[in-house]
Structure formats: structure tokens, C-alpha cells
């Protein structure tokens, strides 16, 4: 089983709040990801990680900016927040290795923005 | 044309039938395909990987991948109720991306 944690589980705020949605994982992966995903739909990538101090902007454009600072942790911000902004978002690692790339992905955030 | 491709169902079969799967990709070059199973307000978790053309077995669930037609598929064998989910299909591109299908919905009929 994957040791990947994502917090808050569920949060509900108003417009134009700053929120950091966490992500950790205890598996020493160098890859980290974040996804968008709404009801029904198919998961968008917006950020992506390959190790410490590496990030990327995914296929979604997004308001959202991520860190790594660590291995192990890499939460994404919304400095402002917006109701477009109310969907699931879903971390994600894996580590390459010979040949695999498995993506573990932890619980989830389902954020709702009023 | 999409990099991932599956149709978005829903498919439904009958409980102990065999449920076919199908996934479709762009990039020849692809090397890794993965197959994710998706409940209703859950994460995605992995189901199977396949790497090598041919069928891999685990359990009731068998991956086939050819290359040459740039085609992968999942089949279940004894189908229960409990795998209704949505089905993604993802692939590993040349540019180390993994690149997600938009799933497909099954639905097991009692």
C-alpha cells in the first residue's frame, strides 16, 4: 500500500482566500505530481516535480504554484481563491525504476469554494 | 488526435461475464501503459502494469499490449459488482510524461 497523505480531505472557503492544500509521502519517490479532477471527468495534470527545487507547470493551466523543498512534501497554493477553483485535486509519486513508473496517488482534497 | 484514447462507456456486462477494456495511443515510442481503476469519489489505484507485448496475468484480471497496433486492453474474467468503477488507461511517452485516457465506466449487472 502506497504511504502517500494528502490534507485537508475535504475543505470549503470563501473567494479570494489563500489555501495550501499538502501533500507528503513517506516512500522517498523523486517524482510528485498534482492533478485536477472534476466529477465524472478526466484528471488534469497542473504541476509535476522530478525532484528537490524542480517544478513544472503540467497540461492544465493553472492559478495554482507548488514547491519541493524536501522529498517528501510538495503542497500546492492558491493565493486567491475563486468557485472556478472548486474541483478534486489529487497528489501523486512515483519513482522510476527499471523501466516502471508507477504513480501512487493519495486520498484526495475535494475543495469548494464559495 | 488524443495521446490516450478510450471510450467513455458506460459498458455494462453481466455478473461473471468477461468485461473487454480497450485504450488506444499516439506515440509509438511508448514504452510503459498502465491500467487504474477508479471508484466514485476515489483516487485512482493501480490494477495492472505491462511493459513487454503479450498478455500479463494477475488474478482475474488479464493486460494485453501490441505495439505494432498501438493498442492495450484489460480483461476481467469472472466480473462481480464490486469492480463497477471507471477504468483509466495511462501511458508513458517519450517525454517521460505519464498521459491519462479519460476512463471508461463499467458497469457490472447483478
Known amino acids: 500500500e502506497a504511504d502517500i497523505y494528502q490534507t485537508p480531505r475535504y475543505l470549503v472557503i470563501g473567494t479570494g482566500k489563500k489555501i495550501t492544500l499538502e501533500c507528503s509521502q513517506t516512500?522517498?519517490?523523486?517524482?510528485m505530481y498534482w492533478y485536477q479532477q472534476d466529477p465524472g471527468m478526466e484528471l488534469h495534470l497542473i504541476h509535476y516535480?522530478?525532484?528537490?527545487?524542480?517544478?513544472e507547470k503540467g497540461d492544465l493551466s493553472s492559478e495554482s504554484t507548488v514547491s519541493r523543498i524536501r522529498t517528501e512534501h510538495f503542497p500546492l497554493t492558491l493565493e486567491s481563491a475563486r468557485p472556478s477553483h472548486t474541483s478534486q485535486y489529487l497528489c501523486?509519486?512515483?519513482?522510476?525504476?527499471?523501466?516502471?513508473?508507477?504513480?501512487?496517488f493519495g486520498p484526495g482534497t475535494r475543495l469548494t469554494v464559495l | 488526435q488524443k495521446e490516450v484514447e478510450q471510450n467513455s462507456g458506460p459498458l455494462s456486462v453481466p455478473e461473471g461475464a468477461i468485461a473487454s477494456l480497450n485504450c488506444t495511443y499516439s506515440?509509438?515510442?511508448?514504452?510503459?501503459f498502465f491500467w487504474y481503476r477508479q471508484y466514485s469519489g476515489k483516487s485512482p489505484e493501480l490494477i495492472m502494469s505491462i511493459y513487454s507485448n503479450g498478455d500479463k496475468e494477475d488474478g482475474r484480471f488479464t493486460a494485453q499490449l501490441n505495439k505494432a497496433s498501438q493498442y492495450v486492453s484489460l480483461l476481467i474474467r469472472d466480473s462481480q459488482p464490486s469492480d463497477s468503477a471507471t477504468y483509466l488507461c495511462a501511458v508513458k511517452g517519450r517525454d517521460d510524461k505519464i498521459i491519462f485516457g479519460k476512463g471508461t465506466r463499467l458497469h457490472i449487472l447483478p
Open positions: 506515440d509509438r515510442v511508448s514504452q510503459s
Open positions: 516535480s522530478y525532484g528537490v527545487n524542480s517544478t
Open positions: 501523486a509519486s512515483s519513482r522510476p525504476l527499471r523501466g516502471t513508473d508507477t504513480q501512487y
Open positions: 516512500m522517498g519517490h523523486d517524482k
